[in-house]
T-cell receptor, first 109, second 114 residues
């Protein structure tokens, strides 16, 4: 069974803290996506990874294919980073994405 | 700016009514998806389409149907709405035969069935 697990489920941080959100999956993948959902519904894509590491501003995403694990890091967190972060993986076979249940992040000023 | 547009942000319907949710993308993407999102369950795939007039069932297709007559438009139909279909519905699209591109989402349609 294809499973995607995120941790932690909920996270509260002080402004300026370094944050890590983890995503583990059970099958070989073609790609892994990190998504951000703000209150109100809209989801935006942050990263798409198939290997290594990507950086965009204060956000860094890494993936270890052998260990079937990815992390999303936020440096110098800010209250506007408060959102739900979702990882989604595309397995090697098939063309359906599988999603984690999300990590709800609250950054306190 | 690329866009996925869903027809309604909020709908309230009565049990047994027919419901249409429309999704339009302006990126010439092959792949389009309908998901529902419920607290604690994450995003679950209802149906997806990888070409005009093509559709495949996702994990929870029961009680839903879809239509894709034009490449840019993917419609979700609830033939007879029930209270357990109260949810947030999200449309998404992506490029490439194997979904090799970025995922783009609409703003979501929050449906309440009374």
């Amino acid at each position: 069974k294809n499973e995607v697990e995120q941790s932690p489920q909920n996270l509260t941080a002080q402004e300026g803290e370094f944050i890590t959100i983890n995503c583990s999956y059970s099958v070989g993948i073609s790609a892994l996506h990190w998504l951000q959902q703000h209150p109100g519904g809209g989801i935006v894509s942050l990263f798409m990874l198939s290997s290594g590491k990507k950086k965009h501003g204060r956000l860094i995403a890494t993936i270890n294919i052998q260990e079937k694990h990815s992390s999303l890091h936020i440096t110098a967190s800010h209250p506007r980073d408060s959102a739900v972060y979702i990882c989604a993986q595309l397995p090697n076979t098939g063309n359906q994405f599988y999603f984690g249940t999300g990590t709800s992040l609250t950054v306190i000023p | 700016d690329v866009k996925v547009t869903q027809s309604s942000r909020y709908l309230v319907k009565r049990t047994g009514e027919k419901v249409f949710l429309e999704c339009v993308q302006d990126m010439d993407h092959e792949n389009m998806f309908w998901y529902r999102q419920d607290p604690g369950l994450g995003l679950r795939l209802i149906y997806f389409s990888y070409d005009v007039k093509m559709k495949e069932k996702g994990d929870i297709p029961e009680g839903y149907s879809v239509s894709r007559e034009k490449k840019e438009r993917f419609s979700l139909i609830l033939e007879s709405a029930s209270t357990n279909q109260t949810s947030m519905y999200l449309c998404a699209s992506s490029f490439g035969r194997r979904n090799t591109g970025e995922l783009f989402f609409g703003e979501g349609s929050r449906l309440t069935v009374l």
